[in-house]
């Protein structure tokens, strides 16, 4: 699992009006918790925390003030709906050795069964419980040659070593359903203009 260093500012100013000058200067407003220490209020570059979170769960190493560093894990992070730019973010407090409970994506591969089958993602996201700094990226499961009806459970999936499942060992993660036959639209006309009559 990469780890990113980025630089980081404590702050001491809050609200919407500073947010905003944060923002301005191409940085985001974020916010530092865990372990039970004080929340400590941070200023990242915007850029680098873009382009580290590109990767689910990264690990970052926090150069704060040029003082101290700390490790963190993304917990939340805040996106402007329409431009998509980061408006804030919450960071978990790590420490080496120390285990976690994170998501981590499902990828697939693999063709299902010949038929007009569909994969239905139950869970995208298969909660793990891991070491803070041997996180996995994301688990990918086969499916190849699924017919509808199959599922694969949390317990079918091979995680790496050092990882354990965060989830009941039943729960459905992937399930193939069968292609639903659609109505023709001329018979929901016709039971709509009966319905209208009576």
Known sequence: MSEVKIAAES???????????????????????????????????GHELLL?????????????????NE?????????????GF??????????????????????????????????????????VEAEATHIPESVTVSVEGLEAGASIHAKDITLPSGVSLAVEEDAVVLQVLQAQAEETAGEEAAEGEEAAEA
Request: aromatic share 2%; proline share 8%.
């Open 86 to 127: 980061l408006e804030h973010v919450d960071l978990l407090l790590v420490k080496r050795g120390e285990k976690v409970t994170v998501e981590i994506p499902v990828h697939t591969e693999g063709e299902l069964a010949p038929g007009g089958n569909l994969l239905e993602h139950v869970l995208s996201a298969l909660p």
């Open 71 to 83: 490790l963190a894990i993304p917990k939340a992070v805040q996106r402007d709906p329409l431009k």
């Open 11 to 45: 702050r001491a100013e809050f609200g919407k009006g500073a947010a905003r000058r944060i923002r301005r200067e191409n940085k985001v407003p974020g916010v530092l918790y865990g372990h039970g220490t004080e929340p400590l209020h941070l200023t990242l570059p």
């Open 52 to 68: 580290a979170l590109r990767t689910p769960n990264v690990l970052i190493s926090l150069d704060i003030d040029g003082k101290t």
